[in-house]
C-alpha cells in the first residue's frame, strides 16, 4: 500500500502533511488523499520520494515485515543484544546531519511561508 507507506515515512521523519503538501505544490488535502491509496503515479512517487529524500523503492517496496525487523534491531541493541551489530558510521555524526537537515528544513519552510 503506496499511500500507507507514505505516511510511514512521512511520521517517521516528523513531517506533518501540511509540510509535504506545500514541498509537493498540493493541499494537505491531496497529500491525504495520496496517503489513502494503494497504488499512485510514478511521477507522483518521484515527487514525493524528492521531497521526503528518500528513495522511490522505498516508498514502492517498504513492507511490514521489514519495518518490524527494521525496529526490531533497534529494539535489540538496545537491550544489550551487540552481537550482530558492526556500526560502520559514528552515530553522533548522524544526529547532528539530521539535526542539520531538520534546521535547514525549518528554514526553508519559514522562507517558503513568508512568501
Excluded at 513531517?15 to 514541498?23: C, F, Y
Aim: charge should be negative; glycine fraction near 4%.
Amino acid at each position: 500500500h503506496q499511500g500507507r507507506n507514505i505516511k510511514r515515512l512521512r511520521e517517521m521523519l516528523g513531517i506533518k502533511q501540511e509540510s509535504l503538501a506545500l514541498d509537493l505544490g498540493v493541499t494537505q488535502s491531496t497529500v491525504s488523499d495520496y496517503e489513502q491509496k494503494e497504488q499512485l503515479e510514478d511521477k507522483i512517487l518521484e515527487k514525493v520520494s524528492q521531497a521526503l529524500k528518500v528513495p522511490m523503492e522505498a516508498i514502492k517496496n517498504m513492507n511490514n515485515e521489514a519495518t518490524i525487523n527494521y525496529i526490531n534491531t533497534f529494539n535489540d541493541s538496545a537491550n544489550g543484544n551487540f552481537n550482530n551489530y558492526n556500526c560502520t558510521f559514528n552515530p553522533i555524526d548522524k544526529l547532528v546531519e539530521l539535526y542539520e537537515r531538520m534546521i535547514k528544513d525549518r528554514d526553508e519552510l519559514i522562507e517558503k511561508l513568508s512568501k
